[in-house]
Protein backbone atom coordinates (compact mmCIF):
# COMPACT_ATOMS: atom_id res chain seq x y z
CA UNK A 1 0.00 0.00 0.00
CA UNK A 2 2.62 2.34 -0.50
CA UNK A 3 2.16 5.84 -2.46
CA UNK A 4 1.98 5.99 -6.01
CA UNK A 5 5.77 8.18 -5.90
CA UNK A 6 7.48 4.92 -3.87
CA UNK A 7 5.74 1.94 -5.82
CA UNK A 8 6.53 3.63 -9.33
CA UNK A 9 8.54 6.52 -9.04
CA UNK A 10 8.52 6.67 -12.91
CA UNK A 11 4.77 6.83 -13.87
CA UNK A 12 4.79 9.84 -10.46
CA UNK A 13 7.67 11.76 -12.34
CA UNK A 14 5.21 11.72 -15.59
CA UNK A 15 2.52 13.09 -13.34
CA UNK A 16 4.93 15.78 -12.15
CA UNK A 17 5.97 17.03 -15.53
CA UNK A 18 2.49 16.96 -16.96
CA UNK A 19 1.36 18.72 -13.87
CA UNK A 20 4.04 21.30 -13.87
CA UNK A 21 3.05 21.61 -17.95
CA UNK A 22 -0.40 22.54 -17.58
CA UNK A 23 0.24 25.14 -15.03
CA UNK A 24 3.03 26.44 -16.00
CA UNK A 25 1.60 26.99 -19.94
CA UNK A 26 -1.44 28.73 -21.33
CA UNK A 27 -4.01 25.91 -21.93
CA UNK A 28 -6.07 27.16 -25.02
CA UNK A 29 -7.62 23.78 -25.96
CA UNK A 30 -11.86 24.28 -26.60
CA UNK A 31 -11.99 21.08 -25.24
CA UNK A 32 -10.02 21.08 -22.56
CA UNK A 33 -10.54 22.23 -18.88
CA UNK A 34 -9.12 22.02 -15.28
CA UNK A 35 -11.30 19.55 -13.15
CA UNK A 36 -10.96 20.32 -9.33
CA UNK A 37 -9.52 19.12 -6.95
CA UNK A 38 -12.02 17.14 -5.57
CA UNK A 39 -13.74 15.40 -8.83
CA UNK A 40 -10.01 14.15 -9.33
CA UNK A 41 -10.12 13.05 -5.39
CA UNK A 42 -13.26 10.95 -6.01
CA UNK A 43 -11.92 9.71 -9.63
CA UNK A 44 -8.65 8.14 -7.69
CA UNK A 45 -11.01 6.64 -5.36
CA UNK A 46 -11.18 2.92 -4.53
CA UNK A 47 -14.59 2.61 -6.09
CA UNK A 48 -12.40 1.74 -9.45
CA UNK A 49 -12.37 -1.79 -7.62
CA UNK A 50 -16.43 -2.21 -8.12
CA UNK A 51 -18.01 -4.40 -10.61
CA UNK A 52 -21.61 -3.40 -11.39
CA UNK A 53 -23.38 -4.10 -14.31
CA UNK A 54 -26.58 -3.25 -15.23
CA UNK A 55 -28.63 -0.19 -13.29
CA UNK A 56 -29.12 0.50 -9.46
CA UNK A 57 -31.21 -1.84 -7.68
CA UNK A 58 -31.02 -4.24 -11.21
CA UNK A 59 -26.89 -5.71 -10.65
CA UNK A 60 -25.20 -8.61 -12.06
CA UNK A 61 -23.27 -8.30 -8.99
CA UNK A 62 -23.74 -8.26 -5.48
CA UNK A 63 -22.01 -5.51 -2.85
CA UNK A 64 -23.77 -2.78 -4.82
CA UNK A 65 -25.43 -1.13 -2.20
CA UNK A 66 -23.24 2.22 -2.18
CA UNK A 67 -22.61 1.91 -5.98
CA UNK A 68 -26.94 2.26 -6.51
CA UNK A 69 -26.42 5.33 -3.76
CA UNK A 70 -24.11 6.86 -6.30
CA UNK A 71 -25.29 6.13 -9.35
CA UNK A 72 -29.07 7.54 -8.27
CA UNK A 73 -27.47 10.28 -6.84
CA UNK A 74 -25.74 11.09 -10.30
CA UNK A 75 -28.59 11.01 -12.22
CA UNK A 76 -30.33 13.22 -9.73
CA UNK A 77 -27.93 15.49 -9.65
CA UNK A 78 -27.47 15.34 -13.55
CA UNK A 79 -31.18 16.35 -13.96
CA UNK A 80 -31.01 19.04 -11.33
CA UNK A 81 -27.63 20.54 -13.41
CA UNK A 82 -29.40 20.73 -16.74
CA UNK A 83 -32.66 22.40 -15.06
CA UNK A 84 -34.63 19.03 -16.03
CA UNK A 85 -38.08 17.58 -14.48
CA UNK A 86 -37.16 13.78 -13.71
CA UNK A 87 -41.00 12.95 -14.98
CA UNK A 88 -39.86 14.31 -18.18
CA UNK A 89 -36.33 13.27 -19.02
CA UNK A 90 -33.84 9.91 -17.78
CA UNK A 91 -30.29 9.98 -18.04
CA UNK A 92 -27.49 7.39 -18.59
CA UNK A 93 -24.50 8.38 -16.61
CA UNK A 94 -22.34 5.37 -17.20
CA UNK A 95 -20.70 5.67 -20.50
CA UNK A 96 -17.06 5.70 -20.64
CA UNK A 97 -16.63 8.93 -23.00
CA UNK A 98 -18.31 11.01 -25.35
CA UNK A 99 -17.97 8.61 -28.32
CA UNK A 100 -19.22 5.92 -26.75
CA UNK A 101 -22.01 7.73 -25.47
CA UNK A 102 -22.71 8.63 -28.83
CA UNK A 103 -22.45 5.11 -30.65
CA UNK A 104 -24.91 3.99 -27.83
CA UNK A 105 -27.56 6.74 -28.33
CA UNK A 106 -27.56 5.80 -32.11
CA UNK A 107 -27.30 2.59 -30.96
CA UNK A 108 -30.73 3.30 -28.95
CA UNK A 109 -32.11 5.40 -31.72
CA UNK A 110 -31.99 3.82 -35.09
CA UNK A 111 -31.58 0.59 -36.69
CA UNK A 112 -28.43 -0.72 -38.00
CA UNK A 113 -27.80 0.91 -42.17
CA UNK A 114 -30.38 3.54 -41.05
CA UNK A 115 -29.69 6.88 -42.50
CA UNK A 116 -28.75 10.00 -40.19
CA UNK A 117 -27.66 13.30 -40.93
CA UNK A 118 -24.39 14.87 -38.57
CA UNK A 119 -22.53 18.28 -39.48
CA UNK A 120 -19.55 17.44 -41.89
CA UNK A 121 -16.04 17.19 -39.86
CA UNK A 122 -14.50 19.99 -42.23
CA UNK A 123 -17.55 22.34 -41.00
CA UNK A 124 -17.13 21.71 -37.13
CA UNK A 125 -18.18 17.71 -36.67
CA UNK A 126 -17.64 15.31 -34.92
CA UNK A 127 -15.87 12.08 -36.05
CA UNK A 128 -19.06 10.11 -34.31
CA UNK A 129 -22.16 12.08 -35.88
CA UNK A 130 -21.50 9.77 -39.36
CA UNK A 131 -18.05 11.04 -40.86
CA UNK A 132 -16.55 9.04 -43.44
CA UNK A 133 -14.26 9.95 -46.32
CA UNK A 134 -13.83 9.57 -49.98
CA UNK A 135 -11.67 6.55 -49.75
CA UNK A 136 -13.20 5.10 -46.37
CA UNK A 137 -16.24 5.17 -43.47
CA UNK A 138 -14.05 5.95 -41.09
CA UNK A 139 -16.03 5.96 -37.82
CA UNK A 140 -18.43 3.50 -36.82
CA UNK A 141 -21.44 6.01 -37.36
CA UNK A 142 -20.38 5.68 -40.59
CA UNK A 143 -19.80 1.96 -40.93
CA UNK A 144 -22.98 0.88 -39.48
CA UNK A 145 -25.27 3.43 -40.78
CA UNK A 146 -25.57 5.08 -43.66
CA UNK A 147 -25.04 8.99 -43.34
CA UNK A 148 -24.56 12.22 -45.04
CA UNK A 149 -23.03 15.15 -43.75
CA UNK A 150 -25.17 18.90 -43.65
CA UNK A 151 -22.73 22.10 -43.86
CA UNK A 152 -22.02 25.66 -43.50
CA UNK A 153 -23.18 28.53 -45.56
CA UNK A 154 -20.08 29.40 -47.20
CA UNK A 155 -20.78 32.71 -47.03
CA UNK A 156 -21.48 33.25 -43.66
CA UNK A 157 -19.91 29.81 -42.34
CA UNK A 158 -23.00 29.49 -40.25
CA UNK A 159 -25.19 26.18 -40.34
CA UNK A 160 -27.13 26.85 -43.36
CA UNK A 161 -30.55 25.43 -41.98
CA UNK A 162 -32.33 25.83 -45.19
CA UNK A 163 -29.63 23.63 -47.40
CA UNK A 164 -30.17 20.91 -44.57
CA UNK A 165 -33.85 21.00 -45.08
CA UNK A 166 -34.04 20.77 -48.48
CA UNK A 167 -31.35 17.81 -48.30
CA UNK A 168 -33.39 16.31 -45.75
CA UNK A 169 -36.03 15.98 -47.41
CA UNK A 170 -34.34 14.25 -50.41
CA UNK A 171 -32.00 11.70 -48.39
CA UNK A 172 -34.78 11.14 -45.52
CA UNK A 173 -32.93 10.38 -42.79
CA UNK A 174 -34.05 8.77 -39.28
CA UNK A 175 -31.91 10.85 -37.00
CA UNK A 176 -30.10 14.39 -37.27
CA UNK A 177 -27.43 15.24 -35.32
CA UNK A 178 -26.91 18.66 -33.80
CA UNK A 179 -23.56 19.92 -31.94
CA UNK A 180 -19.93 20.23 -32.76
CA UNK A 181 -16.29 20.10 -31.72
CA UNK A 182 -15.52 23.14 -33.50
CA UNK A 183 -18.16 25.85 -34.52
CA UNK A 184 -18.03 29.37 -32.44
CA UNK A 185 -22.17 30.08 -32.84
CA UNK A 186 -25.16 28.76 -30.79
CA UNK A 187 -27.57 26.10 -32.63
CA UNK A 188 -30.94 27.12 -33.85
CA UNK A 189 -32.78 24.15 -32.25
CA UNK A 190 -36.36 25.25 -33.29
CA UNK A 191 -35.54 25.19 -37.12
CA UNK A 192 -33.70 21.17 -36.73
CA UNK A 193 -37.16 20.32 -34.85
CA UNK A 194 -39.38 21.43 -37.75
CA UNK A 195 -37.29 19.70 -39.95
CA UNK A 196 -37.03 16.35 -38.24
CA UNK A 197 -40.80 16.72 -37.65
CA UNK A 198 -41.48 16.82 -41.61
CA UNK A 199 -39.38 14.27 -42.07
CA UNK A 200 -40.00 11.76 -39.34
CA UNK A 201 -36.53 11.99 -37.71
CA UNK A 202 -35.58 12.09 -34.09
CA UNK A 203 -33.53 14.89 -33.42
CA UNK A 204 -30.11 14.20 -30.83
CA UNK A 205 -27.83 17.41 -29.94
CA UNK A 206 -24.19 16.27 -28.60
CA UNK A 207 -23.45 19.37 -26.56
CA UNK A 208 -20.35 17.76 -25.42
CA UNK A 209 -18.36 21.40 -25.94
CA UNK A 210 -20.78 23.50 -24.83
CA UNK A 211 -22.69 21.47 -21.89
CA UNK A 212 -21.35 23.37 -19.14
CA UNK A 213 -22.46 27.14 -20.74
CA UNK A 214 -26.07 25.05 -21.45
CA UNK A 215 -26.36 24.23 -17.89
CA UNK A 216 -25.49 27.68 -16.98
CA UNK A 217 -28.02 29.08 -19.24
CA UNK A 218 -25.88 31.17 -21.15
CA UNK A 219 -26.67 29.30 -24.68
CA UNK A 220 -30.12 28.35 -25.90
CA UNK A 221 -31.41 25.33 -24.42
CA UNK A 222 -31.44 21.94 -26.61
CA UNK A 223 -33.99 19.85 -23.90
CA UNK A 224 -36.61 21.89 -25.48
CA UNK A 225 -36.54 20.26 -28.91
CA UNK A 226 -34.52 16.98 -28.72
CA UNK A 227 -35.34 13.80 -28.08
CA UNK A 228 -31.57 12.98 -27.08
CA UNK A 229 -28.77 14.91 -25.26
CA UNK A 230 -25.81 13.49 -25.39
CA UNK A 231 -22.48 14.94 -23.53
CA UNK A 232 -19.38 14.46 -22.56
CA UNK A 233 -18.30 15.85 -18.99
CA UNK A 234 -14.93 16.89 -19.23
CA UNK A 235 -15.29 20.03 -21.46
CA UNK A 236 -16.99 23.29 -20.32
CA UNK A 237 -18.78 20.99 -17.66
CA UNK A 238 -15.22 20.65 -15.87
CA UNK A 239 -15.60 17.45 -14.76
CA UNK A 240 -13.48 13.97 -15.45
CA UNK A 241 -13.60 12.61 -18.27
CA UNK A 242 -16.92 10.37 -19.38
CA UNK A 243 -19.84 10.78 -21.24
CA UNK A 244 -23.97 11.23 -20.46
CA UNK A 245 -27.11 10.14 -22.06
CA UNK A 246 -30.20 12.51 -21.70
CA UNK A 247 -33.04 10.88 -22.54
CA UNK A 248 -37.08 12.18 -23.16
CA UNK A 249 -39.49 9.73 -20.83
CA UNK A 250 -42.76 11.68 -22.04
CA UNK A 251 -45.47 11.57 -25.21
CA UNK A 252 -44.23 9.27 -27.97
CA UNK A 253 -41.19 8.62 -26.10
CA UNK A 254 -41.66 6.13 -23.44
CA UNK A 255 -39.51 3.24 -24.60
CA UNK A 256 -36.78 5.67 -24.98
CA UNK A 257 -35.27 4.83 -21.28
CA UNK A 258 -35.50 1.19 -21.98
CA UNK A 259 -33.73 1.79 -25.31
CA UNK A 260 -31.18 3.71 -23.84
CA UNK A 261 -29.75 2.24 -20.89
CA UNK A 262 -29.73 -1.07 -22.96
CA UNK A 263 -27.87 0.05 -25.51
CA UNK A 264 -25.37 1.63 -22.83
CA UNK A 265 -24.92 -1.94 -21.22
CA UNK A 266 -25.17 -4.76 -22.34
CA UNK A 267 -24.95 -3.05 -26.50
CA UNK A 268 -21.81 -1.40 -25.76
CA UNK A 269 -20.44 -1.48 -22.74
CA UNK A 270 -19.79 -3.88 -19.76
CA UNK A 271 -19.41 -2.51 -16.10
CA UNK A 272 -20.05 1.19 -15.53
CA UNK A 273 -16.42 3.04 -14.13
CA UNK A 274 -17.65 3.82 -10.85
CA UNK A 275 -14.69 6.00 -9.70
CA UNK A 276 -15.60 8.15 -12.44
CA UNK A 277 -19.42 8.24 -12.02
CA UNK A 278 -18.30 9.80 -8.71
CA UNK A 279 -16.11 12.57 -9.89
CA UNK A 280 -19.15 13.46 -12.50
CA UNK A 281 -21.75 13.53 -9.96
CA UNK A 282 -19.34 16.02 -7.87
CA UNK A 283 -18.51 18.20 -10.82
CA UNK A 284 -22.36 18.45 -11.75
CA UNK A 285 -22.97 19.60 -8.10
CA UNK A 286 -20.24 22.11 -8.83
CA UNK A 287 -21.90 23.35 -12.25
CA UNK A 288 -25.69 23.57 -10.13
CA UNK A 289 -23.94 26.34 -8.39
CA UNK A 290 -24.34 30.15 -8.94
CA UNK A 291 -20.65 30.41 -8.88
CA UNK A 292 -20.55 28.01 -11.87
CA UNK A 293 -23.32 30.62 -13.60
CA UNK A 294 -20.66 33.33 -13.20
CA UNK A 295 -17.61 30.89 -14.59
CA UNK A 296 -19.79 29.80 -17.66
CA UNK A 297 -20.35 33.91 -18.21
CA UNK A 298 -16.67 34.63 -18.12
CA UNK A 299 -15.90 31.87 -20.80
CA UNK A 300 -17.88 33.77 -22.72
CA UNK A 301 -17.06 37.06 -22.36
CA UNK A 302 -13.16 36.07 -22.22
CA UNK A 303 -13.80 33.91 -25.86
CA UNK A 304 -15.47 37.27 -27.51
CA UNK A 305 -12.13 39.17 -26.00
CA UNK A 306 -10.10 37.05 -27.46
CA UNK A 307 -11.50 36.89 -30.70
CA UNK A 308 -12.06 41.12 -30.48
CA UNK A 309 -8.46 41.23 -29.70
CA UNK A 310 -7.55 38.77 -32.73
CA UNK A 311 -9.89 40.66 -35.08
CA UNK A 312 -7.98 44.05 -33.86
CA UNK A 313 -4.84 42.88 -35.13
CA UNK A 314 -6.64 42.48 -38.52
CA UNK A 315 -7.10 38.26 -38.05
CA UNK A 316 -9.71 36.63 -39.82
CA UNK A 317 -11.95 34.17 -37.48
CA UNK A 318 -14.62 32.24 -38.69
CA UNK A 319 -18.29 33.52 -38.65
CA UNK A 320 -16.18 36.76 -37.53
CA UNK A 321 -16.25 36.43 -33.82
CA UNK A 322 -18.51 33.51 -31.26
CA UNK A 323 -21.52 33.14 -28.70
CA UNK A 324 -19.59 30.40 -26.84
CA UNK A 325 -16.18 29.48 -25.43
CA UNK A 326 -14.03 29.07 -28.84
CA UNK A 327 -13.03 30.70 -31.41
CA UNK A 328 -11.69 29.45 -34.92
CA UNK A 329 -8.91 31.49 -36.74
CA UNK A 330 -8.67 31.04 -40.10
CA UNK A 331 -5.02 31.15 -41.12
CA UNK A 332 -4.64 30.65 -44.19
CA UNK A 333 -4.85 34.64 -45.33
CA UNK A 334 -1.13 34.75 -43.28
CA UNK A 335 -0.26 31.51 -45.82
CA UNK A 336 0.39 29.65 -42.52
CA UNK A 337 -1.14 26.28 -41.55
CA UNK A 338 -2.59 24.93 -38.43
CA UNK A 339 -0.14 22.29 -37.91
CA UNK A 340 2.53 25.15 -38.10
CA UNK A 341 1.26 27.70 -35.56
CA UNK A 342 0.36 24.09 -33.31
CA UNK A 343 3.90 23.56 -33.29
CA UNK A 344 5.50 26.71 -32.70
CA UNK A 345 2.65 27.20 -29.98
CA UNK A 346 3.64 24.10 -28.47
CA UNK A 347 7.31 25.47 -28.12
CA UNK A 348 6.30 28.23 -26.37
CA UNK A 349 3.91 26.48 -23.58
CA UNK A 350 0.76 27.63 -25.25
CA UNK A 351 -1.24 25.15 -25.97
CA UNK A 352 -3.75 24.91 -29.29
CA UNK A 353 -4.83 22.70 -31.40
CA UNK A 354 -5.16 22.39 -35.62
CA UNK A 355 -8.15 22.86 -36.91
CA UNK A 356 -10.03 22.82 -40.60
CA UNK A 357 -11.66 25.88 -41.30
CA UNK A 358 -14.58 26.18 -43.86
CA UNK A 359 -13.81 25.37 -47.68
CA UNK A 360 -10.51 23.28 -46.33
CA UNK A 361 -9.30 20.92 -48.81
CA UNK A 362 -8.93 18.31 -45.89
CA UNK A 363 -8.85 17.83 -42.41
CA UNK A 364 -5.10 16.58 -42.19
CA UNK A 365 -4.03 19.56 -43.19
CA UNK A 366 -5.86 22.04 -41.99
CA UNK A 367 -5.71 25.74 -42.49
CA UNK A 368 -6.83 27.10 -39.26
CA UNK A 369 -6.52 26.84 -35.73
CA UNK A 370 -9.19 26.62 -32.87
CA UNK A 371 -8.71 28.50 -29.22
CA UNK A 372 -11.07 27.91 -26.36
CA UNK A 373 -11.04 29.42 -22.85
CA UNK A 374 -12.40 27.57 -20.22
CA UNK A 375 -9.12 26.35 -18.91
CA UNK A 376 -7.59 29.82 -18.73
CA UNK A 377 -11.28 31.16 -16.96
CA UNK A 378 -10.86 28.23 -14.63
CA UNK A 379 -7.87 29.79 -13.72
CA UNK A 380 -9.74 33.22 -12.71
CA UNK A 381 -8.54 34.44 -15.64
CA UNK A 382 -10.42 38.03 -16.86
CA UNK A 383 -10.92 40.22 -20.02
CA UNK A 384 -7.43 42.08 -18.99
CA UNK A 385 -5.19 38.59 -19.42
CA UNK A 386 -7.24 37.68 -22.08
CA UNK A 387 -6.26 40.86 -23.85
CA UNK A 388 -2.43 39.81 -23.15
CA UNK A 389 -3.33 36.35 -24.25
CA UNK A 390 -4.45 37.63 -27.66
CA UNK A 391 -1.18 39.80 -27.26
CA UNK A 392 1.07 36.66 -27.01
CA UNK A 393 -0.72 34.68 -30.01
CA UNK A 394 -0.48 38.16 -32.26
CA UNK A 395 3.65 37.31 -31.51
CA UNK A 396 3.29 33.73 -31.96
CA UNK A 397 1.96 34.61 -35.69
CA UNK A 398 5.10 37.03 -36.41
CA UNK A 399 7.60 34.67 -35.02
CA UNK A 400 5.89 32.11 -37.27
CA UNK A 401 6.09 33.95 -40.35
CA UNK A 402 9.62 34.74 -39.80
CA UNK A 403 10.87 31.13 -39.03
CA UNK A 404 8.66 29.64 -41.82
CA UNK A 405 10.67 31.98 -44.30
CA UNK A 406 13.70 30.81 -42.81
CA UNK A 407 12.83 27.22 -42.80
CA UNK A 408 15.92 25.20 -42.50
CA UNK A 409 17.90 28.57 -41.61
CA UNK A 410 20.38 28.80 -38.46
CA UNK A 411 17.58 30.94 -37.10
CA UNK A 412 14.68 27.99 -37.01
CA UNK A 413 17.47 25.47 -35.87
CA UNK A 414 18.34 27.78 -32.75
CA UNK A 415 14.87 28.59 -32.40
CA UNK A 416 14.18 24.71 -31.72
CA UNK A 417 17.03 24.41 -29.79
CA UNK A 418 16.71 27.59 -27.08
CA UNK A 419 12.89 26.78 -27.45
CA UNK A 420 13.46 22.78 -26.21
CA UNK A 421 15.80 23.30 -23.44
CA UNK A 422 14.23 26.01 -21.64
CA UNK A 423 12.14 23.71 -18.92
CA UNK A 424 8.29 23.78 -19.87
CA UNK A 425 6.42 27.05 -20.54
CA UNK A 426 8.79 29.47 -19.32
CA UNK A 427 10.06 29.84 -23.27
CA UNK A 428 6.85 31.76 -23.24
CA UNK A 429 8.29 34.25 -21.88
CA UNK A 430 10.92 34.86 -24.22
CA UNK A 431 7.88 36.25 -26.62
CA UNK A 432 6.63 39.26 -23.91
N1 LIG B 1 -18.73 14.87 -29.30
C1 LIG B 1 -18.12 16.03 -29.53
C2 LIG B 1 -18.91 17.18 -30.10
C3 LIG B 1 -16.76 16.19 -29.26
O1 LIG B 1 -16.15 17.35 -29.52
C4 LIG B 1 -16.04 15.09 -28.73
C5 LIG B 1 -14.61 15.18 -28.41
O2 LIG B 1 -13.95 16.12 -28.49
C6 LIG B 1 -16.73 13.89 -28.54
C7 LIG B 1 -18.06 13.80 -28.83
C8 LIG B 1 -16.00 12.65 -28.09
O3 LIG B 1 -15.65 12.65 -26.80
P1 LIG B 1 -14.55 11.63 -26.23
O4 LIG B 1 -13.25 12.10 -26.72
O5 LIG B 1 -14.76 11.75 -24.78
O6 LIG B 1 -14.90 10.27 -26.74
Known amino acids: YA?????????????????????????????????????????????????????PGARYYGGNEYVDELENLCRKRALQAFNLDPVKWGVNVQPYSGST??????????????????????DGGHLTHGY?????????????????????????????????AQQAKIFK?????????????????????????????????????????????????PFDYCDVVT?????????????????????????????????????????????????????????????FKEYARQVIANAKTLASGLLEHGYKLQTGGTDNHLVLWDLRPLGLTGSKVEKVCDLLGITINKNAVSGDASAQTPGGIRLGTSALTSRNMMEDDIKVVAGFLHRVIQLSIVLQKEAGSKMLKDFVRVATTESEGKVGAQLV
Open 3 to 55: PLAETDPEVQNIIDKETWRQYSGLELIASENLTSRAAIEANGSILTNKYSEGL
Open 101 to 122: ANFAALTALIQPQDRLMGLGLP
Open 132 to 164: YTAKKKMTASSIYFQSFPYGLDPSTQLIDYGAL
Open 173 to 221: PRLIICGASAYPRDWDYAALKATCEKEGAYLMADIAHTSGLIAAQQLNN
Open 231 to 291: TTTHKTLRGPRAGLIFFRKDGPNQDLEKRVNEAVFPACQGGPHNNTIAAVATALLQASQPE
